[in-house]
């Protein structure tokens, strides 16, 4: 890693942060709304650069630029688009990590935005209001920097979409760049829920992302004449079935699993009976158990399938990233902080995970934590009918961002995780 810029004043994680009932905490919130105009050009603009996976060369010029005199040490790392920032803070504590992802999508953008894209790739997955929010909340851990007890580590993500910025990040030293371990995670991702509301739960917030895939080999011949061939397109329609009958009758409802067909191949002639079948799965799952058992049953069920059908099979389960589970403890002081911040008319305590997935759960698994929901839509838009993450219709409203940086920096500042 390249060190670009030195700040002074280094944490020796001795002392906890202070909790967010400190009379003296920082009034986050007033402070945020201060930036919310910078923020809002800040998101446009990088709305309207949008790169894809790792190749983040324009998107992680202008995080620098936003970054350039804060008095931050700036890790980059030849060959990645990540970004590093360490922030220093003037009083002994532990390092708190916090997390923006980089990434678009390939996705032609459809809105009427002002700022929209036109490259054929799309931010509909409010990326480029994370990384507005971050950089935001480094803006306002600097301005109380001399107060701050302990050092934040500001972790720009590339390619959270492919699920592997987050793995690649760790295996190069993430953890390490402060010098401490970090003692708490923190993440945020906007979501198309009422405008500035929080929602966050104990336990699994997002689903784990997996895949089945599974291609079968049989003899090929004339569609004319079936018996004269071992068709393997029966065995793949056989297989769809019985993935979900296997859901259905081998896992809880209580500890859910959802296996979606994505995929069905085989040949391109229509009087042809062909060789090979290809089907292929997205799985998710809340719970690490059901995740191993469906890894395990997922196989067998497709070489019974195979066997049934006189085929062989090639099946194989693929983890993506695990589930997003949070420790109860930073679920218990995101609720606790952002009801002070905002009022408890706007945090909802979640009942039940997303299915969706994320790759933060990387970063859960070595450091306790908690990913977060913020919502963003325009004031107006009903959530039952708004599209959806990933839609090229998504819009978001920039509004939010003085309220994320806010949170973001307040959860930094309450330091490590209460007993």
Not at 25 to 50: K, N, V, W, Y
Not at 212 to 234: E, R
Not at 275 to 283: I, K, M, N, R, S
Not at 386 to 414: F, I, K, T
Request: with cysteine; net charge negative.
């Amino acid at each position: 890693m390249s060190n670009a810029t030195n700040a002074s004043t280094p944490s020796d994680g001795t002392a906890a942060g202070r909790t967010a009932s400190d009379p003296t905490t920082p009034d986050f919130r007033a402070m945020g709304a201060e930036l919310e105009a910078g923020l809002s050009g800040l998101r446009r603009e990088l709305h309207q650069i949008p790169e894809l996976e790792f190749d983040l060369t324009r998107t992680q010029a202008r995080l620098l630029q936003a970054l350039d005199g804060l008095p931050l040490e700036i890790h980059t790392r030849e060959g990645s688009s990540s970004i590093i920032a360490v922030l220093r803070g003037g009083r002994p504590g532990p390092t708190v990590l916090l997390r923006g992802d980089m990434d678009a999508l390939p996705v032609a953008e459809q809105t009427d935005e002002p700022f929209k894209s036109t490259n054929g790739r799309m931010h509909a997955c409010a990326h480029d209001l994370h990384m507005s929010g971050m950089v935001g909340a480094a803006e306002l851990l600097s301005r109380v920097r001399d107060d701050l007890a302990g050092s934040v580590l500001f972790m720009f993500q590339p390619a959270e979409e492919i699920a592997g910025g987050a793995a690649e990040m760790l295996s190069h030293g993430l953890l390490d760049a402060a010098g401490d371990q970090p003692v708490v995670a923190w993440g945020i991702h906007e979501m198309p829920y009422p405008l500035g509301t929080v929602h966050v739960r104990a336990g699994a917030q997002m689903a784990s992302n997996c895949q089945l895939t599974a291609t079968f080999t049989g003899l090929g011949g004339h569609g004319s004449a079936p018996h004269t061939a071992i068709d393997p397109v029966p065995a793949v329609l056989d297989l769809g079935q019985q993935l979900q009958n296997l859901v259905t009758r081998e896992f809880s409802v209580f500890d859910p699993v959802v296996c979606t067909t994505t995929q069905l191949r085989a040949g391109e002639a229509i009087n042809v009976i062909h060789d090979t079948a290809y089907l292929g799965a997205t799985v998710r799952a809340v719970s690490p158990e059901a995740t191993e058992h469906f890894a395990r049953r997922g196989v067998e069920v497709a070489r019974s399938v195979a066997a049934t059908h006189r085929c062989t099979v090639d099946a194989e389960f693929k983890v993506n990233c695990p589930t997003t589970m949070n420790d109860p403890v930073a679920a218990q002081v995101v609720l606790d902080i952002a009801t002070r911040l905002f009022g408890a008319e706007r945090v909802v305590e979640m009942k039940h995970p997303v299915m969706a997935s994320e790759d933060f759960s990387y970063v859960l698994e070595k450091v306790r934590g908690a990913f977060l929901f913020m919502g963003a839509l325009y004031p107006g838009v009903d959530p039952a009918t708004a599209p959806q993450l990933h839609s090229p219709l998504a819009r978001y409203d920039d509004a939010v961002l003085g309220d994320q940086a806010a949170l973001l920096a307040a959860l930094a500042w309450s330091g490590a995780l209460p007993e």
